[in-house]
């Protein structure tokens, strides 16, 4: 079931996996990510990363679109979403 994170439709997510449950705190501004994911819209696919290493971003940087910064900071270590 996709829950609404931002109250307006705006941004979606999906658990598919949950991940590690661990007493450590979600993500905060500041914080640096490391992703693999798979961009799709419609299910077509427009975007992954291909280096073979994880995509590495820092939230709130605004170098990636907001949305990102806004589900990331609600997931775990290991979570797996759409």
């Known amino acids: ?6 109250g307006d439709g705006g941004v ?4 598919i996996t949950k991940g590690e449950i661990t007493e450590r705190e979600l993500p905060t501004n500041g ?3 490391l992703v693999n994911y798979v961009g799709t819209y419609r299910g077509i696919e427009f975007d992954r990363n291909q280096s073979g290493y994880p995509f590495e971003f ?9 949305g990102w910064d806004i589900a ?5 270590i290991g979570d797996c979403c759409e």
């Open 1 to 6: 079931d996709f829950e609404d994170l931002t």
């Open 12 to 15: 979606m997510k999906n658990v």
């Open 31 to 33: 914080d640096t990510i």
């Open 58 to 66: 820092v939230i709130g940087d605004g170098k990636v679109v907001s």
């Open 72 to 76: 990331f900071r609600t997931m775990r």
